[in-house]
């Protein structure tokens, strides 16, 4: 799987919408790009996914560029509680049972009142 | 969505304890069980991959006798760390997916070897 590169931190000021960057310049045609966020001392928690297309959920917005070599993770409107690592894998298939999620070091956000 | 229960969420034991932790998929059935372990203030470490019915996948440098996984049916896998010793204390994490959706994670379970 292609790996993946992330500033180790990040501040955001509470409310205002935080943009998280990943680069994966080595992914290849058939990986998905997957965002997971890890709160302290718990598990990490599905945030969202994407293979070419911007998607959004009730929780981000994936905007995937055109040439599929980076990526941004975007909550709108950060509270407190979205301080976590957040981390930026590629893994091959959506929801089929090959690949593996393989975590690098993540992203720290810190927000802040 | 789709819930991964882990249990305990904490252990404390002596040394040379074995020690199991169970992980259910609670909503749907998981045909792929993984394991991750994480040391402090670093990232989760995958250990090995485990399909229904099939012997476990480990990964490099991970000892197939000293963390026994076994996913027995759908909803259930259970790693067993044996003779615990305090360098196998640690945060272990299960995720399970199926085929229908992305992988999702339990709470994880501190294991305290003493």
């Given at each position: 799987d292609a790996k993946t590169t992330q500033p180790p931190s990040m501040d955001c000021a509470e409310g205002r919408a935080a943009n998280l960057p990943c680069n994966?310049?080595?992914?290849?045609?058939?990986e998905y790009v997957y965002w997971y966020r890890q709160i302290h001392s718990q598990g990490p928690q599905y945030i969202i996914h994407g293979l070419k297309n911007n998607e959004t959920n009730e929780m981000a917005s994936l905007i995937i560029t055109e040439d599929r070599k980076s990526s941004t993770l975007i909550l709108p409107h950060a509270t407190l509680r979205d301080t976590a690592v957040y981390y930026c894998i590629v893994r091959v298939g959506?929801?089929?049972?090959?690949g593996k999620l393989i975590f690098g070091q993540g992203t720290t956000l810190q927000v802040k009142p | 969505g789709a819930v991964v229960s882990q249990h305990p969420s904490r252990v404390i034991c002596k040394s040379g304890t074995s020690v199991k932790i169970e992980c259910r998929s609670l909503d749907f059935q998981a045909t792929t069980m993984f394991w991750y372990r994480q040391f402090p203030k670093q990232s989760l470490m995958l250990m090995a991959t485990s399909n229904e019915g099939s012997k476990a996948t480990y990964e490099q440098g991970v000892e197939k006798d000293k963390f026994l996984i076994n996913h027995?049916?759908?909803?259930l896998s259970t790693l067993t760390v044996t003779s615990a010793h305090p360098e196998d204390s640690s945060f272990y994490i299960c995720s399970a997916r199926d085929s229908s959706q992305p992988q999702h994670f339990g709470d994880g379970t501190r294991l305290s070897i003493l």
């Open positions: 994966h310049s080595t992914i290849s045609g058939n959506s929801s089929s049972n090959t | 027995a049916s759908l909803t």
